[in-house]
Structure formats: structure tokens, C-alpha cells
């Protein structure tokens, strides 16, 4: 994947420049498919990303409940 050592907000801002061009035809037709595979490899990083952060605030809050008790 083409998504290595990039962060999440780069990862994001990519897509939207990749959205914005698709949605004003700024795209030809010999670079659409690899632009839409790009914008799925960024897609599948950032959420992964996310799904990974999301675990790392549950275990988080759940270290702050138990240290609470």
C-alpha cells in the first residue's frame, strides 16, 4: 500500500483533493482509475486509523474506570 509513513490528516487531505477533482471533471479518463484506486487505499488507512484510535480511548477510559474503583 502506498499509504506508508503518512499521517491520518495527510491521508485525508489527499482524498479531498482527490474528491474535488472528480467532482469538477478535473480527472481524464487515463488517470481516473488510478486516482479512484489511490482514494481506496486512502480510505481503508484512515479508517483503519480511526478504528485504531478508537480502540486506544476505549482501553484508555477503561484503565481510568478500573483505576477509579
Do not use: G, H, P, W
Not at 474528491?19 to 486516482?35: I, P, T
Not at 485504531?52 to 477503561?62: F, L, S
Request: with cysteine; proline share 0%; net charge negative.
Amino acid at each position: 500500500m502506498a499509504t506508508k509513513k503518512i499521517s491520518y490528516d495527510q491521508a485525508y487531505s489527499e482524498l479531498q483533493e482527490i474528491l474535488e477533482k472528480l467532482e469538477n471533471d478535473e480527472l481524464d479518463v487515463d488517470k481516473l482509475s488510478s486516482q479512484v484506486r489511490r482514494a481506496s487505499e486512502l480510505i481503508r488507512f484512515c479508517k483503519s486509523r480511526l478504528f485504531e484510535t478508537e480502540a486506544e480511548i476505549e482501553q484508555i477510559i477503561r484503565e481510568m474506570d478500573e483505576e477509579a474503583e
